[in-house]
């Protein structure tokens, strides 16, 4: 089989991608560079072994190929001033002695790059000796799949399409070679014929898998990401916060928005309270067209016990005292998380000095720091607002607010893009108060065109505005989307706002002890970001724009009916909003008429998307229809076919009839070995139902078959057999 | 195997025969398929189970000249295909044809010859015609060999070649008798033995026109491709050094022919293959080593590679 054919070609064809998929990741994951040099070995090397060069110029086409690489990656003289090579070798011998010594760390580049050619060599000879020798490549392709999924788990990765290449050559290869053996173990000549009816309903097999499973909705894992858990178990109580861009979770880089999330489910603190809350970290003030920065940094340092030094809600707004209190998961984590309102920080343990712990609170982003705190309990109030007094401020007035405190809040860049502020505009249109426009925006975002999604998130390119893109381009986001949206939304008409960052209530765990509190679990999952507004003589008040997420602010509608409309104070927010159906993104602009494959794709997944549950119970319902009636085949096939046989006239009906009645004996449970002849198949069908019709038939059909004769009018002589037979396979 | 009508004329044959012959009606019957088919038989088997008596009866029953050679190491070809000698009155070589020339040869333990003088028998049997002095003597018509092979005793033998083994159609074992076979063998053997007896069916003209006829048994596609199929594996067979050759082919359609005609049928089932695969087949392969060492005999394999093969139940497309 070892042959410059087609199929071969092929077979190194398909061999050459799943090598090259080794490669791929290493490039994004090592240092390493210059990877399509290696590529291009693989290539040189297979394409010489296919042409069935001498292994002698084989092997001394490679070892140039290698060396004029090195040379060209590490030396700088001409190739073929030699005395590179001295210092090469020299090179080399130092570092297989650092090789046997196990110094890994020391080994040099040059000595590095060598040994990836050799390891490609060797893994190349593999792979021939599988494909053409063992004609078995399950084991290869196997720890191909197991090291891209291992990539895809533990690293930056996306082997998205990596598993979808590697499954479609993997099959591809694993059939074709299935083929050979077969060909091989019955000594069949193989044809260009076989080939074809071999490959065709392969490939079909495999295209369609491979759609089937791109497109059909995949559940989320059942298990926890381990990657946050391992990293836990190895650094101890290690950093959980910040995880690296593409993991949920607190961070406080937020410079460049977007990109898709994964999901973290490991606890970072439980909280006791009497209801869910909001946790604040810490706010930030400036918009840079991708994201967020703070405005400045104002240290301030205080006292446990102490007022916080914020700025508190104004005593015209009722409130009512709460506390809770907080048990962080990660002692060393220095942030203090809090509920809006807060007043004061006590009881934080452990106590060092006996006294009152010092806290260091940043009031420019009310981020509040402390260290190793095991737990600490916090006294706040939840505002109750009056909807007139809300509703009082409509414009700007600089007896209410500090021009440059002003000025800081409803800053935007200069570029951002006009069309930002239109559509605000438009939505607020009608509305009077700075409060009725901040709700009317949040609704904004409840427009089914806007839909909550964590993983196909864009991240913006160099010329595009973060919320630009979301606004008008993709529509579809998470929490940083949909506040950071609205924050700069409502700075354009002149609101002042900022962007809030925090965990939404967690999950309830338990009651406490005495029952009267509740413990919530919040884990990174729960990391989140909204938007507060500032009223003056209201304080900054929270809006929540993120689809599927609530949460609502007491306000008093009514002046003096003090809870006839009483919002509850802390509904249960929905946590993972479940993913709803989706309108498909409607595409309004001219240029993307022509007929484009993203957008087909892109509908194509959402129709699976949408209507996943009604292509799932129309195919069970029909796979269910269709296993029913195979399964009582038999009660009305024969029917059916006595049916169709009765009006055949020509003598040649034999043919497909005897066949049919084969079949149909088949399935009534007598079955024909491969190798029994007709009439001895006839013989025992005969003895089974006590008759002699089998072998008449039999002996009329074998006539036919093995003789090319076929007396005039047979058909109509032997069809009473026949039919009889058929009667006889009724189950 | 379904019973089925058996042709007149060969049917009074086997009756012929077992008169004399107890039980071994399927010996007989291949016996027959080599005869008709213009092949010869290599019986493997231990002295004293009827070979002879068979072979008498059968040419008994042809109205054919029979001969028997009992081979000896120090038989010589001249002893088989016969001499020139030079007789004084007439001035000139005269050739004696020796027991080769005969219709019927039943060559008696033709292991324990020479292999030149085994060539001379296997050259008459090949080319239907022996040189001797460089004048070529055609073989009378029809030309049938039956010969023995004593399987137990292998020293002082020279065992056949594999090449020259392919010249027989067919070899097959005669095996004892049963119980109330055996015993009618004796309760026969204390009378006159009836050999004698025999009255032949058809005459050597006769047989000749039987032997023209079955060429005329139609062989389908479907079976070539069967027979094909078959012999095609034994070339493959992990247990087979050196499979059938295309001569193997012949020889089994040649021979599912006769048979299909003993049994008054004018094509060849399927049928007719797999029971002559065992009996055409096994002496054309050469196992190799190890399966000899497992004790697997070329029959076994065949067999195997018979149940393996399916049998065409459709019409062949091209």
Redesign the interface.
């Known amino acids: 089989m070892n042959k410059r054919d087609f199929p071969t070609m092929l077979l190194y064809v398909l061999g050459f991608l799943l090598l090259w998929e080794w490669l791929r990741p290493v490039e994004q994951l090592t240092e390493t560079d210059n990877i399509e040099v290696f590529v291009l070995f693989l290539l040189v090397s297979l394409a010489m072994s296919y042409l069935k060069i001498k292994w002698i110029w084989q092997f001394i086409i490679k070892i140039l190929f290698i060396l004029f690489f090195i040379h060209r990656f590490y030396y700088e003289a001409s190739f073929f001033q030699l005395n590179w090579l001295t210092s090469f070798s020299n090179d080399f011998i130092y570092n297989m002695g650092l090789m046997f010594a196990r110094n890994w760390n020391d080994l040099s580049y040059e000595f590095r790059t060598f040994l990836l050619f050799i390891l490609l060599w060797l893994m190349m000879y593999l792979i021939q000796y599988w494909l053409l020798r063992q004609q078995q490549i399950f084991i290869f392709f196997f720890m191909t799949l197991i090291y891209i999924t291992v990539l895809d788990t533990f690293t930056l990765y996306d082997a998205k399409f990596a598993i979808v290449r590697t499954v479609a050559a993997g099959f591809t290869v694993m059939g074709m070679l299935t083929f050979y053996r077969i060909i091989n173990r019955e000594k069949v000549k193989s044809s260009p014929a076989f080939m074809k009816k071999w490959m065709i309903p392969l490939t079909g097999m495999i295209g369609f898998s491979v759609l089937v499973g791109v497109v059909s909705p995949k559940a989320a894992p059942f298990w926890p990401d381990p990657v946050p858990y391992l990293k836990a178990a190895k650094e101890g109580a290690g950093n959980s916060l910040g995880n690296g861009p593409s993991r949920i979770g607190y961070g406080t880089n937020d410079e460049r928005l977007g990109g898709p999330f994964i999901g973290d489910n490991n606890p970072v603190f439980m909280a006791e309270a009497s209801g869910k809350n909001y946790w604040k970290v810490e706010t930030k003030d400036v918009y840079t067209g991708k994201g967020w920065t703070p405005y400045g940094s104002t240290p301030f340092d205080f006292q446990e016990g102490e007022l916080v030094p914020f700025y508190s809600i104004p005593d015209t707004v009722e409130t009512t005292k709460e506390t809770a209190t907080i048990y962080p998961v990660h002692t060393k984590e220095p942030l203090i998380v809090y509920p809006a309102g807060l007043q004061r920080i006590i009881n934080i343990e452990p106590n060092y000095e006996a006294g009152f712990r010092q806290l260091r609170m940043d009031t420019t982003n009310e981020k509040i720091e402390s260290f190793q705190t095991v737990e600490y309990k916090l006294d706040f109030v939840i505002p109750k607002y009056k909807i007139e007094d809300l509703r009082k401020t409509t414009d700007f007035n600089s007896n209410g607010i500090n021009r440059a405190f002003y000025k800081n809040y409803t800053r935007v860049p200069e570029n951002l893009p006009k069309r930002i502020k239109q559509l605000t505009e438009e939505i607020t249109a009608g509305k009077s108060s700075w409060f009725d426009k901040a709700k009317a925006v949040e609704a904004y975002f409840g427009r089914s065109e806007y839909s909550y999604d964590q993983k196909n998130v864009a991240l913006p390119g160099p010329g595009d505005d973060y919320v630009d893109q979301f606004l008008f381009e993709t529509k579809r986001g998470y929490c940083d989307n949909f506040s950071t949206s609205m924050a700069v939304m409502l700075r354009t008409i002149g609101i002042p706002t900022r962007w809030v960052k925090g965990f939404t209530g967690g999950d309830f765990l338990k009651y406490s002890q005495d029952n009267n509190m509740r413990i919530y679990k919040i884990t990174n999952n729960n990391a989140h970001s909204w938007v507060e507004v500032f009223l003056p003589n209201q304080g900054w008040t929270p809006f929540e724009p993120t689809r599927g997420f609530t949460n609502d602010i007491r306000i008093n509608y009514g002046s003096n009916e003090a809870t006839s409309n009483e919002q509850p104070a802390v509904p249960a927010s929905v946590q993972k909003p479940q993913d709803k159906p989706l309108d498909e993104p409607k595409q309004t602009t001219s240029e993307k008429k022509m007929f484009d494959f993203t957008l087909f794709w892109l509908k194509t997944k959402i129709f699976f998307k949408t209507n996943w549950v009604w292509i799932a119970l129309t195919i069970g319902g029909l796979a269910a229809l269709i296993t029913i009636l195979y399964r009582t085949r038999g009660k009305w096939l024969p029917y059916i076919l006595l049916l169709s046989y009765r009006f055949k006239q020509k003598d040649e009906t034999i043919n497909t009839a005897y066949l049919t009645l084969l079949h149909q004996l088949d399935r009534y449970g007598l079955k024909r070995k491969e190798n029994q002849t007709l009439r001895n198949y006839a013989q025992y069908v005969d003895q089974f139902f006590s008759t002699r019709e089998m072998t008449r038939l039999t002996k009329c059909y074998e006539e036919y078959l093995y003789h090319q004769h076929l007396p005039k009018g047979s058909w109509l002589e032997t069809r009473k057999l026949w039919e009889n037979l058929i009667k006889r396979t009724i189950a | ?2 019973k089925e009508q058996i042709n007149p004329t060969i049917d009074k044959i086997l009756a012929n025969i077992e008169k004399v012959m107890i039980g071994k009606r399927d010996v007989a019957e291949l016996s027959l398929v080599a005869l008709l088919a213009g092949g010869h038989v290599l019986l493997e088997d231990v002295p004293g189970v009827g070979k002879t008596m068979m072979v008498r009866a059968l040419a008994k029953s042809v109205n054919a000249s029979f001969r028997r050679i009992q081979f000896t190491p120090d038989l010589l070809p001249s002893d088989v295909t016969g001499v020139s000698i030079y007789n004084p009155s007439e001035m000139e070589f005269q050739f004696r044809p020796g027991p080769l020339m005969g219709n019927i040869i039943l060559a008696d333990e033709i292991n324990r010859t020479s292999p030149k003088t085994q060539s001379a028998l296997l050259e008459g049997m090949e080319e239907a015609s022996v040189t001797i002095d460089g004048v070529t003597h055609k073989l009378q018509k029809p030309f049938f060999v039956m010969a023995t092979q004593n399987p137990i005793e292998y020293e002082g033998t020279y065992p056949l070649p594999e090449a020259q083994l392919d010249r027989f159609l067919l070899k097959m074992k005669m095996g004892y008798p049963d119980l109330h076979e055996e015993m009618e063998v004796l309760n026969r053997a204390q009378r006159i033995p009836p050999i004698e007896d025999l009255y032949p069916v058809i005459d050597l003209d006769g047989l000749r026109i039987l032997q023209e006829e079955i060429k005329d048994v ?1 062989v ?1 596609d ?2 070539k491709r069967y027979i094909v199929d078959i012999v ?2 034994t ?3 992990e247990s087979v050094y050196l499979g059938a050759s295309p001569r193997g082919s012949i020889a089994l359609m040649k021979a599912a022919q006769a048979y299909a005609f003993i049994y008054d049928r ?6 007719d293959i ?1 029971y002559l695969a065992t009996f055409v087949l096994p002496h054309r392969i050469i196992l190799k080593s190890e399966a000899k060492f497992e004790g697997i005999s070329a029959e076994e394999v065949i067999s195997r590679i ?10 062949f497309v091209k």
């Not at chain 2, 004018?266 to 049928?271: E, G, N």
């Open positions: 195997m379904v139609y389908d479907t079976i095609n594996r070339r493959g067979h004018d094509y060849v089932v399927p049928d797999q018979v149940a393996r093969v399916p049998v065409p139940v459709q019409r």
